[in-house]
């Protein structure tokens, strides 16, 4: 069973930075694609960014791309997302997804999700 905690959401400013981190238990994690999503008052979920298990490769949403910044650190099995320059349309909730592949099979999995506010 792999679990996925987010950490570092908070308020800021607009122009300002946080780093958003996600720890993941379990042994896959190299075989692991790490993922953003978001949540608005509202809004469906949506994508962020994306950082593949096969030489780290990374994908972004157009609202983020500049601006986030995906990476991972698999020797701590562990994910960021580093966010600057934000803006009030950022703010959201802010879910950690891991999808794990066992040989072909893919299993999913979301953290908990941790706040992000950014003023104007």
């Known amino acids: 069973q792999v679990q996925v905690a987010e950490s570092g959401g908070g308020l800021v400013q607009a122009g300002g930075s946080l780093r958003l981190s996600c720890a993941v238990s379990?042994?896959?994690?190299?075989?692991?694609?790490m993922g953003w999503y978001r949540q608005a008052p509202g809004k469906e979920r949506e994508f962020v960014a994306v950082?593949?298990?096969?030489?780290?490769?990374?994908l972004y949403a157009d609202s983020v791309k500049g601006r986030f910044t995906i990476s991972r650190d698999n020797a701590k099995n562990t994910v960021f997302l580093q966010m600057n320059s934000l803006k009030p349309e950022d703010t959201a909730i802010y879910y950690c997804?891991?999808?794990?592949?066992?040989?072909?099979?893919?299993?999913?999995?979301w953290g908990q999700g941790t706040q992000v506010t950014v003023s104007s």
């Open positions: 997804n891991a999808v794990a592949y066992v040989g072909t099979t893919a299993n999913t999995y």
């Open positions: 379990g042994r896959t994690f190299s075989r692991t694609d």
């Open positions: 950082t593949m298990r096969s030489g780290g490769s990374t």
